[in-house]
């Protein structure tokens, strides 16, 4: 995986899907069903199809938050040239655009912008991976995005990739992207 120069998109499925169920869900986000196939599904096939090196991280007996799932992946991928961090709950997500934000121009962090809202995967280049390890709880890597914004590291990569900002929480979310997924 290293080897390759490129960065490993690291897939995050741990969490514990807990709006969703609150909406009513029955059954794990990530088991949802979108056009006859599980949301986890739609990821990993758009990740697969990208031909980038990947790392999923799925649920451990403690059920960590979202800092911790970071950290896990990296740790365990702690030779990559960067990483990609994806959660698993955008279906929509394409293959295209995960190549797009991997062979983007070197940054130390570069974020997709959908009609100008911040999405995933944000990729992070190897010299975050001492921030990114230390990451734990509930809070993702947006502090590690902000202070790398204040000096000037952050790049934004313009795409016309719905999928960057549709995630899934909750059943009217997964109802919403049935709709473009049908589009």
């Not at 599904?41 to 007996?61: E, F, Y």
């Not at 202070?147 to 109802?175: K, M, W």
Request: hydrophobic share 50%; glycine share 8%.
């Amino acid at each position: 995986m290293p080897q390759s120069g490129l960065p490993v998109v690291i897939v995050l499925a741990a969490g514990r899907g807990e709006r969703f169920a609150a909406s009513g869900g029955t059954v794990h986000k990530l088991q949802a069903l979108l056009a006859g196939k599980r949301v986890l599904d739609h990821v990993l096939d758009a990740v697969q199809a990208s031909g980038l090196p990947h790392h999923v991280v799925l649920p451990a007996a403690a059920n960590p938050g979202m800092g911790d799932s970071i950290a896990a992946g990296v740790r365990a991928t702690r030779d990559a040239a960067g990483w990609l961090i994806l959660p698993a709950d955008l279906p929509l997500i394409r293959s295209e655009t995960l190549r797009t934000i991997a062979l983007a121009p070197p940054s130390a962090v570069t974020v997709p912008l959908y009609q100008g809202q911040r999405g995933h995967p944000v990729r992070f280049s190897a010299a975050c991976a001492p921030a990114l390890l230390l990451l734990k709880g509930n809070q993702g890597a947006a502090q590690i995005v902000r202070a790398q914004e204040a000096i000037n590291s952050v790049a934004f990569v313009a795409t016309d990739d719905v999928g960057t900002v549709t995630d899934i929480d909750t059943l009217d979310d997964l109802r919403r992207a049935e709709m473009l997924f049908s589009r």
